[in-house]
């Protein structure tokens, strides 16, 4: 779907076989960045992994849950310690406001993965309508109306997309358009991008209109083309059998759901026997190393990763945002 019309593998010793390995963010320590990226709604910072591997400098990331506030930090401070520093780690995005707001440079790409509960399938699906999580898709509105990021990368569950007949989505387009950004949006799946899981996601992408350099790359941004499976979940568990090649998408609730049954996403026949997921082919599955900070305790890991973006496909659609902006290597 691109865009809405008519509306206003390597076995580890740590665990199991990995995606290609992301670039390593910290050999570019000591040299300029290609481009910068602010971070909403960042949990343990999968937009933050694809986007600092494809050469970015985060200039802004807010995060509210204190956990994954706690993993955000000790995964990326040694390479980035001025953004916790320089104090532009809040954790309330409704405070990014006023002289702080205003002092923040520019970004060449503003990444947000806004709350999704509202229009989950497994939520309430209440919309722009949910008293604590609907409206915070109007400071993504509020912070790129005052900073003019050259474009905006947002992801969302892919139930967004029919949400209230196509409404929010159509009223999600208006509002950018009316902000002065292109709008394209596509539903992809992790495993279009050698990912063993389904996990369709909505991305959205957008120019900021008013810059003319902007505007061409809104013209020249393409959608990227799928990957082949990477590993299947056969090499996610390190088994000789495994019921299923893709897995089920990664949920934040409802785990322990018997073998068979059609609310199970984590177990699976592996070898013969009933095996349950865990961080470690939770991260496999994601895309996110294995020494990836996440926690504290399993429940709260596997929380952590239900939450996040699969890192390949962001990494994916960020390297055609770069190259449209010509900002790519």
Same mark, same amino acid.
């Given at each position: 779907m691109d865009g809405i019309k008519g509306c206003t593998p390597l076995a580890?010793?740590?665990?199991?076989?990995?995606m290609? !390995?992301?670039?390593?963010?910290?050999?570019?320590?000591? $040299?300029? @960045? /290609?481009?910068?990226?602010?971070d909403l709604?960042?949990?343990?910072?999968?937009?933050? &992994?694809?986007?600092?591997?494809?050469?970015?400098?985060?200039?802004?990331?807010?995060?509210i849950d204190h956990a994954a506030r706690a993993a955000y930090e000790a995964n990326f401070r040694a390479g980035d310690a001025g953004l916790f520093e320089a104090g532009l780690f809040p954790a309330d995005v409704r405070e990014v406001r006023g002289d702080f707001l205003f002092s923040l440079a520019r970004a060449d790409v503003l990444c947000a993965g806004f709350p999704c509960q509202p229009f989950s399938q497994a939520g309430r699906r209440l919309g722009f309508d949910d008293p604590d999580r609907g409206n915070l898709f109007r400071d993504i509105v509020r912070i790129a109306g005052a900073r003019r990021p050259r474009a905006l990368?947002?992801?969302?569950?892919?139930?967004?997309?029919?949400?209230d007949g196509g $409404?929010?989505?159509?009223?999600?387009?208006?509002?950018? $358009?009316?902000?002065?950004?292109?709008?394209?949006l596509r539903v992809i799946r992790a495993s279009d991008h050698g990912l063993p899981q389904h996990r369709p996601r909505a991305f959205m992408v957008g120019f900021d209109l008013s810059d003319p350099a902007c505007?061409?790359?809104?013209v020249a941004f393409a959608w990227p083309d799928p990957e082949p499976l990477a590993m299947s979940m056969r090499d996610v568990w390190g088994a000789r059998t495994c019921d299923r090649e893709v897995g089920y998408t990664l949920r934040v609730g409802g785990r322990n759901? !018997?073998?068979?049954? $059609?609310?199970?996403?984590?177990?699976?026949?592996?070898?013969?026997?009933?095996?349950?997921?865990?961080?470690?082919?939770? /991260?496999a599955m994601m895309g996110f190393p294995p020494?990836?900070? &996440?926690? @504290?305790?399993?429940?709260?890991?596997?929380?952590?990763l239900g939450n996040s973006v699969a890192v390949p496909v962001v990494r994916a659609v960020g390297r055609r945002v770069l190259l449209a902006l010509g900002k790519a290597a």
């Open positions: 580890s010793p740590l665990g199991p076989p990995m290609r !390995p992301m670039p390593d963010a910290d050999a570019d320590m000591g $040299r300029a @960045p /290609r481009f910068t990226f602010m709604f960042a949990g343990v910072g999968g937009f933050h &992994l694809a986007m600092a591997g494809l050469g970015g400098s985060c200039v802004l990331a807010v995060e990368l947002l992801e969302n569950v892919a139930h967004i997309v029919g949400h $409404r929010t989505i159509a009223r999600i387009e208006a509002t950018l $358009r009316d902000l002065g950004y292109s709008f394209e505007e061409a790359a809104a759901s !018997p073998h068979g049954d $059609r609310h199970n996403w984590d177990s699976y026949l592996v070898d013969g026997a009933v095996r349950r997921l865990g961080p470690v082919q939770g /991260r020494h990836h900070v &996440l926690g @504290p305790g399993d429940a709260q890991a596997m929380k952590q």
